[in-house]
C-alpha cells in the first residue's frame, strides 16, 4: 500500500510502469480527458443555457410561408393578425417568460357515481314542454318529458322521474361526466333533447373548449345506458331540433399565439368515435374587417345517430343565435370607429358606436349554407330580439355611441381625450332576407339614455320594453310592423319597474315579468292595446325575493293563461303558480321547498290536474291543482 501510495504521486512516472507496479491504479491520463470533455461539455451547455433564457426575443411574427400550399393559408394569416403577438410582446426573453409561469395551475371537477333505482317503461310519445321561440323548432332544455315520463338535467346527473303521484318516482338516473371525464365546464350551460319516438337523450356538455354530445339509450328506463358520443370545438351557446335535425352551435376562442402545425390549436373540428376531422377551409368564414380571434361554429347532427350532416364556422363572436324554421341567424358584436380632422391641426373627432353583424346560414336543403351578413347598429339583447316572418328578419338593437375629441401636444408625445357626447337609445329594422337590404326601421324610439329589457314578436306585432335600469322604470312599446314602410308604435309612458320578459297571453294581452323598484321586487304586469295606447291591465308584486330572469325557467301556459316561477327568500324558496283571468292576476298554487341556490334551474309542468315541480340539489315536488 506504501509503494502505491509513492506512485499516485509521482507525476513525470510513465503511465505502463505504474500500471505494470499497481494494476489497480488509475489511468490518469484517461481520467484527466474525461474530465476534460465533462468540462467542456459544461461549459458550451452553460453557454447556450445562457442564451436561450437571456438572449432577446425578436419582435417578429412567426413567418407562415411554408404554410403556403395550404387550403388554409389565408386564414392562418388572418388569425395571426388576431391572436398572435411578437415573441417579446410580454416578456423580453425566456428567462423572464419561465420565472413568471411559476406557480400557475388548474382545477378541476371530480366525476360522480350513477344511482339506478326502481324500473318502468318509457312512453313512444312525445310530448313538448318547453316554450319555443318557433313552433316546431324545438329548443334544448334542462327538461325534457313524454306522454308517461320527466328527464331532468340536475347539473350533469340525468334524472327519469315517473308520473306516479304516490310513492317512490325517481327511476334512474346517469351522471354524463362518467362519460366525458372529469373537465366539465358550466353546468347551466347544459341541455338536453328527446328523441321523437323517446328512446334516446341527448345531452350537450360543456367541456374544456369543447361542447360533448352524448346520445343516451332510454328505452329501459331502469338501465340508461350511453349510446353515441360526439365532440365539437367550442363551449355551447345554443341548439334546437327541427324535423330530425339536431342543430348545435358553439364559441371557440382562438387562444394567443396559436401553433399552427397544430389543427387543433387553430381550427374548429368535430370528433366522432375517436375520429377527429377539421372543417373545411370552405367552410370557415371571415371578413377582411374582423377583429374577434374567436369561432362560431354551427353543426347539424342527425339526432338519431349523431351523424354530422353539415358544418359552418364564422371567424366573429356570436353573442345572440336565433334559429327560425329555416335559418340560424348569428349575432356577433362589433365595434364600429370613424375619425375625421378636427377644427385644429392638432384635433381629431372620433366616433365610436357599437353595432351587430347578423350571418344567416340556411338549414333547410339538409345542410348549412351561408346566406350573407348584415350589419345593423346596436346590440342585440336575446334570442327574442331576432324574429323572421316571410322572408324579412325583424330585430331590435340597443344603440350606444360616443363621440369626442383627440388632440396631441405639438411634439406629438402626449395625447388627450374629451368627450364630447354619448347617445343610448334604441332601433328596429326589417331586413329582406333574400337581399340582406334594409326595407324598413325605425330609429332611436327609445327615451335617450334607455337600454332594452326584454323584446318579443308576435306576427306583424311587436313588443319593447326599455328601462333607465338603475332607476327602475320604464316604457313598453307596441309596434304595427304590418306596412314595413309605415311602420306605427305607441307606448305605456314612464310607469315603475321594467320587464326582463314579455309575453303573449291568451285575448290579446301582454304579461310582462321582472322587477318592480328594487332587485328584489318582483313585479307581473299584464298590458293591452286599447284605443292606439297601451295600457296597464293589472299587476301582482312581492317584495323581499329573489327570482330568475331566464325565460326557460318559468312554466307558461297560454290557453289557460297560466305562469309560474321560483322565488326565494334566505331560507326557503316558493314556486308560485299564477292565472289571469281577463282583470286579476290570482293565485293559484305555492310549492315550498328548502332553499334553492338557482332558481334559474327550475322546471315545471302541468299533468293530468297535477303540478310537477323540479328544482336544483335534486328537489322535486308533485302538487294536485283543484279548479
Not at 332510454?218 to 331540433?241: F, L, N, P, Y
Not at 311587436?462 to 335600469?469: I, K, Q, S
Not at 301582454?510 to 292595446?529: A, C, F, M, Q, S
Request: hydrophobic letters at 35%.
Amino acid at each position: 500500500m506504501k509503494n502505491k501510495d509513492i506512485y499516485r504521486e509521482i507525476g513525470n512516472v510513465d503511465e505502463k510502469y505504474i500500471r505494470e507496479s499497481d494494476p489497480t491504479a488509475p489511468r490518469a491520463g484517461v481520467k484527466r480527458r474525461k474530465m476534460t470533455i465533462l468540462a467542456a461539455c459544461i461549459s458550451v451547455f452553460a453557454v447556450f443555457l445562457s442564451l436561450w433564457l437571456f438572449l432577446p426575443f425578436s419582435g417578429e411574427l412567426e413567418d407562415l410561408s411554408k404554410y403556403s400550399n395550404s387550403e388554409y393559408y389565408g386564414l392562418m394569416l388572418k388569425v395571426q393578425e388576431l391572436a398572435c403577438r411578437p415573441a417579446n410582446y410580454l416578456y423580453s426573453n425566456n428567462f423572464e417568460k419561465y420565472v413568471q409561469s411559476i406557480g400557475r395551475n388548474f382545477d378541476v371537477m371530480e366525476g360522480g357515481n350513477a344511482n339506478p333505482t326502481s324500473p318502468d317503461a318509457v312512453a313512444d310519445k312525445y310530448e313538448e314542454v318547453t316554450d319555443n321561440q318557433y313552433d316546431g323548432v324545438i329548443e334544448g332544455d334542462l327538461f325534457k318529458r313524454s306522454d308517461k315520463n320527466v328527464f331532468y338535467l340536475d347539473p350533469y346527473n340525468l334524472i327519469l322521474y315517473s308520473y306516479s303521484i304516490e310513492g317512490e318516482c325517481k327511476l334512474d338516473e346517469f351522471n354524463v361526466r362518467e362519460v366525458i371525464g372529469k373537465y366539465a365546464g358550466a353546468s347551466w350551460e347544459s341541455e338536453i333533447f328527446l328523441s321523437p319516438d323517446c328512446t334516446k337523450v341527448t345531452v350537450l356538455i360543456p367541456a374544456y373548449n369543447k361542447t360533448i354530445a352524448v346520445m343516451l339509450d332510454v328505452t329501459d328506463a331502469s338501465d340508461i345506458k350511453e349510446a353515441e358520443v360526439v365532440e365539437v370545438s367550442g363551449s355551447v351557446i345554443s341548439s334546437r331540433m327541427k324535423d330530425g335535425k339536431l342543430l348545435l352551435v358553439t364559441g371557440m376562442p382562438i387562444y394567443n399565439d396559436p401553433d399552427f402545425s397544430d389543427e387543433s390549436a387553430f381550427l374548429p373540428q368535430i370528433t366522432k368515435n375517436g375520429e377527429c376531422e377539421s372543417l373545411a377551409a370552405p367552410d370557415i368564414l371571415y371578413n377582411d374587417d374582423c377583429t374577434n380571434a374567436y369561432y362560431t361554429v354551427a353543426v347539424m347532427l342527425d339526432s338519431e345517430s349523431l351523424d354530422v350532416l353539415g358544418s359552418l364556422a364564422v371567424l366573429d363572436n356570436a353573442w345572440v343565435v336565433s334559429v327560425s324554421e329555416n335559418n340560424i341567424f348569428l349575432g356577433c358584436n362589433y365595434y364600429g370607429y370613424s375619425e375625421e380632422p378636427g377644427e385644429y391641426d392638432n384635433e381629431i373627432i372620433t366616433k365610436n358606436i357599437n353595432q351587430t353583424n347578423i350571418y344567416t346560414i340556411s338549414y333547410s336543403s339538409g345542410t348549412l349554407e351561408n346566406k350573407g351578413m348584415v350589419r345593423v347598429d346596436g346590440f342585440l339583447n336575446d334570442q327574442y330580439s331576432l324574429d323572421e316572418k316571410d322572408g324579412v328578419l325583424r330585430v331590435v338593437t340597443e344603440t350606444w355611441s360616443r363621440t369626442g375629441k383627440r388632440y396631441h401636444t405639438v411634439d406629438k408625445e402626449v395625447y388627450n381625450f374629451t368627450s364630447i357626447e354619448s347617445y343610448r337609445s334604441a332601433d328596429l329594422y326589417c331586413i329582406d332576407l333574400a337581399t340582406n337590404e334594409i326595407v324598413g326601421s325605425v330609429i332611436g324610439f327609445a327615451p335617450e339614455g334607455e337600454q332594452v329589457a326584454s323584446v318579443r314578436f308576435d306576427g306583424d306585432k311587436a313588443y319593447v320594453c326599455t328601462a333607465v335600469v338603475v332607476s327602475f322604470t320604464d316604457p313598453v312599446f307596441f309596434f304595427d310592423l304590418s306596412d314595413m314602410s309605415n311602420i306605427t308604435y305607441t307606448d305605456t309612458g314612464v310607469i315603475e319597474g321594467f320587464s326582463t320578459s314579455l309575453i303573449e297571453l291568451e285575448g290579446g294581452y301582454l304579461l310582462g315579468i321582472g322587477y318592480g323598484n328594487t332587485r328584489d321586487h318582483l313585479k307581473l304586469e299584464v298590458y293591452e292595446e286599447k284605443n292606439g295606447m297601451v295600457v296597464s291591465v293589472c299587476t301582482y308584486e312581492l317584495s323581499g325575493v329573489e327570482f330568475s330572469e331566464d325565460y326557460k325557467s318559468y312554466y307558461v301556459n297560454r290557453k289557460d293563461n297560466l305562469f309560474g316561477l321560483m322565488t326565494s327568500r334566505a331560507d326557503v324558496g316558493d314556486y308560485i303558480l299564477l292565472h289571469f283571468n281577463g282583470g286579476a292576476i290570482v293565485p293559484v298554487a305555492n310549492v315550498r321547498f328548502d332553499r334553492v341556490s338557482d332558481e334559474g334551474a327550475t322546471r315545471a309542468t302541468m299533468i293530468d290536474g297535477k303540478l310537477f315541480v323540479f328544482a336544483s340539489e335534486g328537489q322535486f315536488e308533485v302538487v294536485a291543482i283543484i279548479n
